[in-house]
């Protein structure tokens, strides 16, 4: 069946540093893929999205490319926050309004 | 304000005590979705609704029940709940199929 797989965590990282955070799928057919950032107490918020090959997704200064010849959709951001501390789901779209989510990755920015 | 709601947030309670968690909806959307977040498993569907009166397992509904009477109200219900269903819970909707979701804020259940 539909899968993401998503870096393990959590990425601790000082402020301004870069981020990525890898993800990959696997899919049947062509789905739409999804970045969700979930803040601490809080449920989740749709970060950015792309529905088909080499589309771009940003938002907030962050950037994810959907890569069919690697099957990947990674998240990064140039100059990561302490504000961005959160868990970033990584998620695809098959059929009828059903997502498969990935794990989740922990982002701990230090100041 | 466009939001979805769920109440209690947090719960704990014993097992075989039957509960419910409510959600409501306020964008009057059609689609509705029961999630659980457990950890390592990321957050899996447990049912989902495409309209009022139309409902259908997900991934993991052992245990569940789900009815939408109205549009904006979607409730999760634990007819005996026991401790492998401790978890987080959200409540998710969407006006079209492949529109965008939009999540409840989590119930934190705790079944003894």
């Known amino acids: 069946g539909d899968s993401v797989t998503q870096m393990e965590g959590p990425v601790t990282l000082s402020e301004e540093a870069f981020l990525t955070i890898n993800c990959t799928y696997t899919a049947t057919g062509y789905p739409s893929l999804f970045w969700y950032v979930q803040y601490p107490g809080e449920g989740l918020q749709l970060l950015l999205k792309a529905t088909k090959a080499d589309d771009k997704g940003s938002n907030k200064g962050f950037e994810a490319t959907y890569r069919k010849e690697t099957t990947s959709f990674h998240l990064e951001k140039g100059s990561v926050q302490v504000s961005d501390s959160a868990v970033y789901f990584c998620?695809?779209?098959?059929?009828?309004?059903?997502?498969?989510f990935g794990t989740g990755t922990r982002l701990l920015v230090s100041p | 304000e466009a939001q979805v709601t769920q109440n209690p947030r947090y719960l704990i309670t014993v097992t075989g005590k039957k509960l419910t968690v409510t959600c409501s909806q306020n964008m009057n959307h059609e689609y509705m979705s029961w999630y659980r977040q457990d950890p390592g498993l990321g957050l899996r569907q447990i049912y989902y609704s495409m309209n009022v009166e139309v409902t259908d397992k997900g991934d993991v509904p052992e245990g569940y029940k789900v009815s939408r009477k109205e549009k904006r109200n979607f409730p999760l219900i634990l007819e005996s709940p026991s401790p492998n269903q401790t978890s987080l819970y959200f409540c998710?909707?969407?006006?079209?199929?492949?529109?965008?979701?939009?999540f409840g804020p989590g119930t934190r259940l705790t079944v003894l």
């Open positions: 998620a695809l779209r098959t059929g009828f309004q059903k997502l498969v």
């Open positions: 998710a909707s969407s006006q079209e199929p492949r529109d965008t979701q939009y």
